[in-house]
């Protein structure tokens, strides 16, 4: 399994960008949903990396499921 990352950039002016790396399919929105509800809930701007068109496999699965709200 791959180690699962959450980079958060926040610039001068306040903006906040959020990263996710090894995560395959819809789980990396599931990742930074908390987040982007600390932050006030507007996202500006959605980009989806091709590791979101990647299909899960079931042990993968689990362990995404296993962490809610992250």
């Given at each position: 399994?791959?180690?699962?990352?959450?980079?958060?950039?926040?610039?001068?002016?306040?903006?906040?960008?959020?990263?996710?790396?090894?995560?395959?399919?819809?789980?990396?929105?599931?990742?930074?949903?908390?987040?982007e509800?600390?932050?006030?809930?507007?996202?500006?701007?959605?980009?989806?990396?091709?590791?979101?068109?990647?299909?899960?496999?079931?042990a993968?699965?689990?362990?995404?499921?296993?962490?809610p709200?992250?």
């Open positions: 399994m791959e180690i699962q990352e959450v980079q958060v950039d926040i610039a001068a002016d306040g903006g906040v960008q959020l990263s996710v790396r090894g995560v395959k399919g819809p789980g990396c929105l599931a990742l930074t949903q908390a987040v509800e600390q932050l006030g809930g507007q996202v500006v701007l959605r980009e989806l990396s091709a590791e979101h068109e990647e299909e899960v496999d079931l993968d699965q689990a362990v995404q499921d296993l962490r709200g992250w």
